[in-house]
């Protein structure tokens, strides 16, 4: 099992920049296909960024594609999530999450082990 916790969200205006964290501890945790999603309310949870676990592969969502960088830094057992040129349909809470599996997955079930969440809302 992994623990995440995210860290990083807030309130920002249109065209700004965040970037959120996701500290992982536990057994192997930098060995993990990490990946970030989010979701607003009414909605299902998205694909917004995922990465291997030497992150020499990284895979995007197309609403995010450009504007968003991730990274992790093994050695600090830490993911994160650069955002910029961000946009009001943005916001959302954003969640870190952790696969066992040897791919970059797009989809949810693949995701053993969840964050808590950090919500970011951008303001027009």
């Known amino acids: 099992q992994v623990q995440l916790v995210e860290s990083g969200g807030g309130l920002v205006q249109a065209g700004g920049s965040l970037r959120l964290s996701c500290a992982a501890s536990?057994?192997?945790?930098?060995?993990?296909?990490m990946g970030w999603f989010r979701q607003a309310p009414g909605k299902e949870r998205e694909f917004v960024a995922g990465i291997n676990w030497i992150g020499s592969y990284t895979k995007y969502g197309d609403s995010v594609k450009g504007r968003f960088t991730i990274s992790r830094d093994n050695a600090k057992n830490t993911l994160y999530l650069q955002m910029n040129s961000l946009k009001p349909e943005d916001s959302a809470a954003y969640y870190c999450a952790a696969s066992t599996t040897t791919i970059v997955a797009v989809t949810t079930t693949l995701y053993n082990n969840w964050g808590q969440g950090t919500q970011v809302t951008v303001s027009s």
């Open positions: 536990g057994r192997a945790s930098s060995r993990y296909v």
